[in-house]
Structure formats: structure tokens, C-alpha cells
């Protein structure tokens, strides 16, 4: 076979001449073990708190954690203004993915989240329906392979407990609840428990004796389909609890 290179026309089926390159046997080649850098833990970093009368609430300076390619930051939010649901978003200046709502606007407890690579602290604005006074958020950061949550749910009632039903969660992620309460009694609101392998950390449990909101979260140990989530409430009013997993 023959082709032209340039001016130059070269037979290729010609034996190659002999030279040091061409007759240098390769041996077997050992790279070794090559170690991947580690993540981030993943974990709650705080919650805030917002009083000023208005439909867009900004949330200056929160901590996002340690900045990382892959690292998510997710936010619950909460309002007092029952009518009041929230329309958008933005995290670290990134636009915010609405993840799961309670179902009711009596018991706002939303779950959103972004892909926030870079910063330790960001801005989080929230943007309601309408003029809300009393809201919180609660700020989480993980460090999933994929962005979008493994499993989302959310309910809420009038009264008694409630149970989020088969959340699914897969070892080596991250499980984060929001939960709201209104009317409630004083005194620790929230209790969340599951008969999972993990402890479900308490991060937040605020009650003011008119409205409650808490936060948990817990590194997941084990990989399940079927584990069930209830939340018991402390007081009387209208409540709702989300969660959601990622890997």
C-alpha cells in the first residue's frame, strides 16, 4: 500500500528500518495505586434568620462550607405568612432547584438546592409570592456524585405525627429533613427518628410559641429503599416535614 505524503510517495507494507526505538521490547509497566483526594464531609453549617417585611428575603454571608467542584448546598425554607410560597431562588448566586414541598401552604418547609462550586459564603435570596415577615432558612453542604437528590419527599396534616414513607438513600450520601409547626407550645418541637443504622442529627429547633421550624440531617451509612421517617411534634397546628437523600 502506498499513499502520499506531501511531494513524497511512501510504501507502508515496507519493513520499517531498524533502529534503537523500533526494537526496544516494552516490559510490564507498574503505575502503582493511584489514591482519589478526599471529599469534604458533608453536614449542616447554619441556620438564619429573617424578620424585614418583603417579598424577596436576602440572606447575606451564609456559610456554604468548603468549596469543591462537587459540592451542593442545599437550603429549607420557611415563612410565616402561610399564604406566602416561595417562587424562586438563588444560592451562592447560582439559580436555585425547588427539590420538595410539604404539600401544604399552612406548613412551608421547602427543600431547594444548587451546584456551588466556589466560596466559602454566599448570598441566599429567596423570593415569595407575595410580602412575608417572619422566614428562615437552614443551609446544608454536600458532596454528591450527582447533583439530582436520590430520593424526595413531603407531607404534612393538621395534627399528629408524620411519617415520610420508604425514603430512598444510598450508603455514602447525604440526608437532609426540614420541618415546620404553627402554633406550637413551647419547648422542643421536633424529634426525628427512623429504624435506620444512621443517628439522625438535630441541627435546629426553634419555636417562638406562635411557629416552629426544625432541621436534621445524617451522613448515610447504608444503602435502602424502605426506610420510613417520623417526625413527632411537641404542641397542636398545622405541620409538614420534607426530606430528601443524594449520592
Request: charged letters at 5%.
Amino acid at each position: 500500500d502506498q499513499y502520499v505524503s506531501g511531494s513524497t510517495i511512501l510504501d507502508v507494507s515496507a519493513t520499517p528500518p531498524s533502529s534503537t526505538y523500533l526494537s526496544n521490547t516494552w516490559g510490564a509497566v507498574n503505575f502503582g495505586t493511584v489514591s482519589q483526594p478526599s471529599l469534604p464531609t458533608a453536614g449542616y453549617r447554619n441556620t438564619y434568620l429573617g424578620t424585614t417585611p418583603g417579598t424577596v428575603h436576602t440572606f447575606n454571608s451564609c456559610d456554604f462550607g468548603t468549596a469543591h467542584a462537587q459540592r451542593v448546598v442545599i437550603v429549607g425554607v420557611h415563612n410565616a405568612t402561610n399564604a406566602n410560597t416561595v417562587s424562586s431562588m438563588t444560592i451562592g448566586g447560582v439559580t436555585g432547584v425547588f427539590a420538595v414541598a410539604t404539600g401544604s401552604t399552612g406548613a412551608i418547609a421547602d427543600l431547594w438546592y444548587a451546584l456551588v462550586p466556589s466560596g466559602a459564603t454566599g448570598t441566599v435570596a429567596v423570593t415569595y409570592s407575595g410580602s412575608t415577615t417572619n422566614t428562615a432558612i437552614h443551609v446544608w453542604a454536600c458532596y454528591p456524585e450527582n447533583v439530582l437528590p436520590v430520593d424526595v419527599l413531603g407531607t404534612n396534616a393538621g395534627s399528629g405525627n408524620l411519617t415520610l414513607t420508604d425514603l430512598s438513600k444510598r450508603a455514602g450520601g447525604f440526608a437532609a429533613f426540614c420541618s415546620y409547626m404553627s402554633g406550637a407550645s413551647t419547648g422542643t418541637v421536633f424529634s426525628l427518628a427512623s429504624a435506620g443504622p444512621e443517628t439522625i442529627v438535630e441541627n435546629y429547633d426553634f419555636n417562638d410559641a406562635i411557629n416552629a421550624c426544625g432541621a436534621h440531617s445524617f451522613i448515610t451509612t447504608a444503602t435502602s429503599a424502605t426506610e420510613d421517617y417520623t417526625m413527632t411534634y411537641t404542641g397542636s397546628g398545622t405541620r409538614g416535614i420534607t426530606g430528601a437523600t443524594w449520592y
